[in-house]
């Protein structure tokens, strides 16, 4: 476990073995002047499922951009800091954005997917946008097989061609889960993406998630149960009055439940704040 006690960068930790997937290395980011992320370093091991926890604006979404590049869209928005996808930095100046987005797929809290676009059209959405190359006999194969993974296929394969906005807000976020498995990714990043769901769709997410064992995934929740059934290491954010986010204390999803080093890791997980 460890615990951010100094005001030194912090080292790079990973309380599962195995080799990096992600690794943040002193991610500070800003909006404007204002510091929101001071040097939060995360090892997010290969092969693992990694729960953001901390109570709202320490920055957890702010972190999970940095982790694919999405942060840098935000107008007045900058960072420092290293994040080794790998061995390299996706920051690298010859890093390409689309290679990066490739390797790292998005789900965000609410469904986003395009509305007036078949369901379809929807999985397949992002193969161009990264420059992934399917042979078009391939492509039924990878609709149905992503539709599985997400859970969905059932509900939609005699509907393919209908909109996907014509779907539930949950069917929508399966949608979104499978679009983002179509590319293949290695790393796969959601925020909250079960706070605008129903129990059912939570589920059948938690399920994706469980069955994801050959990627990495980062996950950002407020639901504890959730954290603790799906995740395999924790990091708890805060953000103290006037100060940026840090990670407080992270390490396996057991110890930072049963046993956490910090009162205030004890305090969230236990409901107290
Ligand atoms: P969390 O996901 O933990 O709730 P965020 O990463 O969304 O926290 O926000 C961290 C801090 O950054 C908050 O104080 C929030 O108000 C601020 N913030 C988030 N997004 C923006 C933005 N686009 N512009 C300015 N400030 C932002
Ligand atoms: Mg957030």
Redesign the pocket.
Known sequence: MTLNTSTAPLPAVAAVPGPAALDARSVSAW?GE?K?LDRVSLTMPAHTVTALI?P???????FLRTLNRMHEL?PGATLAGEVLLGESDIYAPARKLTEVRRHIGMVFQKPNPFPAMSIYDNVTAGLKLTGTRVRRGERDDLVEECLLRAGLWKEVRDRLRQPGGALSGGQQQRLCIARALAVRPTVLLMDEPCSALDPTSTRRVEETIADLIDMTVVI?THNMQQARRVSDQCAF?L?EEGAP?VIVESGSTAEVFESPADERTADYVNGRF
């Open positions: 909006f204002r929101v901390g709202s604006g320490c920055g957890k979404s702010t935000i950002v954010f953000a986010g």
